[in-house]
């Protein structure tokens, strides 16, 4: 029997890629959009089949009548607060009223379980809807895929790329988790449509080391990359309080101080994966850093 699945975020990057890989394994696939949301963006959904509900997500009513006959409800929504927390709390308690028996949050991060609270702010929202989700009346499955393995070769600074240099605070051997979005998209229509998927999933495409980071540069550029090593945890914990003070950016999802506490978990090694579920699911081709680098930088 075809399943019908939720989906709300499904006109941002990785919702869109998630709505894709839904359609392609049979799902009947409904995308819960604000009133607001791009038409170009709604109209590539339509073309796939994917049928749209536009509304108010302060409409509890229309809210739990969208969710009605669904067996799941996947969260790919972005934002802080008012969304992460107060947005998908309105979408679940209205799955739950629905008697939709299944969510997945928007979780597509690295594993915030071991870590600090007050370490890391996006993090710690994530952590504060959990806390709510766990105590609530619905199976719930969080897909954790350690950083988006396209950040890589954009706006994370480990790579600098004009400086043949690996930028790495602290220990140099710690290991670091990626996975593309391709394959998170993928992975998680599969999840979706599994009523026996577990509580926590965890997925890597990549996993490794700064040091492993510069051979493998220097294999692919043909140019010799250096580590860079400015110093320990404890003095990059330092000059993110610096850079927090002087540039707040408090509604900004991602200042430069944000993304210096997701670089920060990850060379400090709490963020590390315990384990990677990848062989749970069929992905057909999980992207490596190597396969990245020669198709956006060195092709």
Request: hydrophobic share 40%.
């Amino acid at each position: 029997m075809q399943k019908t699945i939720i989906l709300a975020g499904a006109t941002g990057n990785l919702g869109g890629q998630i709505a894709n890989e839904l359609v392609l394994n049979g799902a009947k696939v409904k995308a819960i959009v604000r009133k607001e949301a791009n038409d170009n963006k709604l109209s590539l959904l339509k073309s796939k089949g994917i049928e749209i509900i536009s509304l108010d997500f302060n409409d509890s009513e229309a809210l739990k009548a969208a969710c009605k006959g669904a067996d799941c409800v996947v969260s790919a929504l972005a934002g802080l607060q008012d969304v992460i927390f107060e947005t998908q709390k309105k979408l679940v308690d209205a799955a739950i009223l629905a008697g939709v028996p299944r969510f997945i949050p928007s979780d597509f991060c690295t594993d915030f379980t071991p870590l600090i609270p007050g370490k890391n702010r996006n993090l710690d929202i994530r952590r504060s809807f959990h806390d709510y989700i766990n105590n609530q009346n619905i199976k719930t499955t969080s897909i954790f895929n350690g950083a988006f393995m396209e950040l890589i070769t954009g706006p994370m600074p480990l790579i600098l790329f004009s400086k043949n240099k690996i930028l790495c605070w602290g220990n140099p051997s710690i290991k670091m988790d990626f996975t593309h979005t391709q394959n998170i998209a993928a992975y998680t229509a599969k999840v979706a449509l599994d009523a026996s998927s577990p509580r926590y999933l965890r997925i890597a495409g990549e996993n490794i080391s700064a040091n492993e980071t510069v051979q493998i540069l220097t294999k692919v550029s043909k140019k010799q990359f250096k580590l860079l090593n400015p110093g320990g945890i404890g003095l990059f914990n330092l000059l993110i309080k610096i850079t927090k003070f002087f540039a707040a950016q408090p509604n900004e999802l991602y200042p430069p101080w944000q993304g210096m506490q997701y670089m920060r978990d990850m060379m400090e090694g709490k963020a590390a994966l315990k384990q990677h579920d990848n062989s749970k699911y069929t992905v057909a081709n999980w992207i490596d850093f190597e396969a990245l680098l020669l198709k956006e930088k060195f092709n």
